[in-house]
Nanobody, 122 residues
């Protein structure tokens, strides 16, 4: 199992930027696909972005494509989510997740962080 701790959330105005970080502990981080999901109040948890174990491939939800960038530094056991041109509809709790598959479903990921709140004001 990988333990995950997110940071970097906060309040930002529309059009602004934030960078989320997810620090992982455990020896298997560098071999795992890592993803970011988000959950807004009253809504289901949804896929945001995913990256392969070596950073060679990434994929994004259509709603964030061109605005968000996922990256990782295996030497630091950390995955990042750079969020630019933020919109009020990006407001949610953002979760980091680790899994064995380069997937987009919640069930593809077995390790989850506690989440970090992102609020975008209009």
């Amino acid at each position: 199992q990988v333990q995950l701790v997110e940071s970097g959330g906060g309040l930002v105005q529309a059009g602004g930027s934030l960078r989320l970080s997810c620090a992982a502990s455990g020896r298997t981080f560098s071999s795992r696909a890592m993803g970011w999901f988000r959950q807004a109040p009253g809504k289901e948890r949804e896929f945001v972005a995913v990256i392969t174990w070596n950073g060679g491939s990434t994929d994004y939800a259509d709603s964030v494509k061109g605005r968000f960038t996922i990256s990782r530094d295996n030497a630091k056991n950390t995955v990042y989510l750079q969020m630019n041109s933020l919109k009020p509809e990006d407001t949610a709790v953002y979760y980091c997740a680790g899994g064995s598959y380069f997937g987009k479903a919640v069930d593809d990921f077995g390790s989850w962080g506690q989440g970090t709140q992102v609020t975008v004001s209009s």
